[in-house]
């Protein structure tokens, strides 16, 4: 039997037979240390990347992994495509996408709006950025001119759901690879055609595009833009909460959604460049994800976002798995088995488990009896909770704190209605008014460790690694575990090697929260300020007496 014959790698310079291959994709092979110098320059800088874009029919195109991906690399930096603001939104405008403050304009409060379209804009700076040129004209050359005026500062104007869509539209003339780009992207338009939000656009946002402006799209061609922006756009917040945006990038929209994905992504600088970052490590091979949806949700709230938002019943194994990786997120308790009237102790703490996960109907059958209820009752049930949970005043700890006394016999102690009180409260304790650390009495400031642990398990959990949610429990574990050591040290509970190591292991998850958000430049400041202080804490720990 003949070997099959072995393909020579080839110098990407030169193309004669190489052994060297690039450090960053591994994918490129070089003849010597010289040439890979000259196909940098030569524009491989521009290409090196540690992914690859493929496609199968199960999966249509997703990213791989070339090479071993590190936790904490930064996998990928793209800027936008496009950006525009949300379908329906405040005033905000369209060049920097800041939510708007009216001024005073004669006897009353206006927004500023550009001299040529009359939307409504930062100032006469924002309504000459290039972002919004192409648009301005073609609404000036028509004679369109936006009615948005203010009324308060509340109101969702429904206007804002052609500014996106026209970008992409005008992109045909003025970048026509990009728009192509944009346009080879998945719109799943057949599953939102007879939605109710589509219903509307096919009257307001056709009718803008090819009536009021004149351009001469296809009707389809529009309502295709609009889906690809549902379907493949970003969610781009400023960490202040005044600008709020969607844009479109075309590579990383690539990534395939996972309820435990690999990667997060921040958005930085005024052009929001999106940093994607590997939240653990990435071996060679492996599918590269991103969630589309909210971790801290139960698999029915999920699914049902994934299928109304992007059109995809997710399955995979976090969705598969009826306790989600044993932490019970969307579950209740047993009602038999750990009612008031069980003497049985073996059967407390049973869970009701959904029969088959991928079927939102299914029925949820206790693991340990043969109780069980339809999966509407369960939908119901967990709808009124959330309103339970929604209507608390959550400017203190009380009503929190009772919400989750009431329900401890019905839900799990991780149950996601549960995780959203806790964290409520892991904010609250040590961070509101009243509440300080220096304020919080001893048991409180335990609260709140306690809480802070039972977290950082669950996002060992659900979202394993170098995520945002981890740092942010790292920094409230960090600040109560310091003020602990101080009193108890101060109260003489604590000697002074004690409290020396109490301060260490408050150092080591505060540095581990700075690699997490190193990457984020609004959290330098706070961060550096944290590690001056905790260092300040340590120094004195070193000059206590013995």
């Known amino acids: 039997m003949d070997n099959p014959k072995r393909e020579v790698p080839v110098c990407g310079v030169c193309q004669r037979p190489a052994t060297q291959t690039c450090g960053g994709c591994k994918q490129v092979y070089y003849c010597s240390r010289t040439h890979q110098k000259q196909g940098w320059k030569e524009g491989h800088r521009s290409k090196c990347c540690p992914y690859k874009i493929q496609f199968s029919p199960t999966q249509g195109r997703h990213m791989i992994a070339t090479r071993d991906i590190r936790q904490g690399e930064v996998i990928l930096k793209e800027k936008p495509a496009v950006v525009g603001p949300r379908m329906a939104c405040t005033a905000h405008c369209l060049s920097c996408g800041n939510k708007l403050q009216p001024i005073a304009a004669e006897d009353r409060l206006d927004y500023y709006k550009c001299p040529q379209c009359n939307w409504p804009m930062c100032g006469p700076g924002c309504s000459k950025a290039e972002v919004h040129k192409n648009e301005c004209l073609v609404m000036t050359a028509k004679g369109y001119k936006s009615t948005i005026k203010y009324e308060n500062g509340d109101k969702a104007e429904a206007a804002y759901c052609v500014i996106a869509p026209l970008r992409v539209l005008l992109m045909k003339e003025t970048d026509p690879k990009q728009f192509e780009n944009i346009m080879s992207l998945e719109s799943h338009l057949d599953d939102r055609m007879q939605t109710q939000l589509y219903t509307v656009l096919k009257t307001n946002l056709v009718s803008f595009v090819r009536n009021v402006i004149g351009l001469s799209f296809k009707d389809e061609t529009i309502l295709q833009v609009a889906s690809i922006f549902d379907t493949n756009s970003f969610d781009v917040r400023s960490p202040d909460g005044k600008r709020r945006l969607r844009a479109i990038y075309v590579t990383a929209s690539m990534m395939n959604h996972n309820c435990r994905s690999n990667t997060r992504h921040v958005f930085l600088g005024d052009d929001h460049t999106m940093v994607l970052i590997a939240t653990v490590p990435i071996a060679k091979g492996e599918l590269i994800t991103a969630t589309y949806t909210q971790s801290l949700w139960g698999t029915l709230d999920r699914r049902k976002h994934l299928k109304q938002s992007k059109c995809f019943n997710c399955e995979c194994e976090r969705c598969r798995d009826p306790t989600e990786f044993g932490t019970y997120l969307g579950n209740i308790y047993c009602s038999l088995c750990n009612g008031p009237y069980t003497d049985n102790d073996l ?200």
């Open 347 to 546: 059967m407390k703490g049973a869970m009701l488990v959904s029969t088959n996960t991928l079927d939102e109907n299914a029925p949820w059958k206790c693991e340990k009896c043969d109780h069980y209820i339809q999966g509407r009752q369960m939908f119901w049930g967990n709808n009124a909770l959330k309103q339970d949970l929604n209507k608390l005043d959550k400017s203190g700890p009380q009503e929190l704190e009772e919400f989750i006394d009431k329900y401890n016999l019905t839900l799990h102690p991780t149950n996601h209605l549960i995780i959203q009180a806790k964290l409520a409260l892991m904010q609250i304790y040590g961070n509101y008014k009243g509440y300080s650390l220096a304020e919080l009495p001893d048991n409180l400031l335990k609260r709140k460790t306690d809480l802070c642990h039972e977290l950082l398990e669950l996002a060992d959990k659900l979202e394993p690694g170098w995520t945002r949610f981890r740092a942010t429990i790292l920094l409230e574990l960090q600040a109560a575990m310091s003020m602990q050591t101080k009193r108890e040290f101060e109260s003489q509970r604590l000697t002074k090697v004690g409290a020396q190591d109490q301060l260490m292991q408050s150092m080591a998850l505060l540095q581990e929260a700075a690699n997490i958000l190193r990457i984020e430049p609004h959290m330098i400041e706070t961060l550096e300020t944290k590690v001056n202080e905790l260092t300040c804490q340590l120094d004195a720990a070193n000059n206590f007496p013995a």
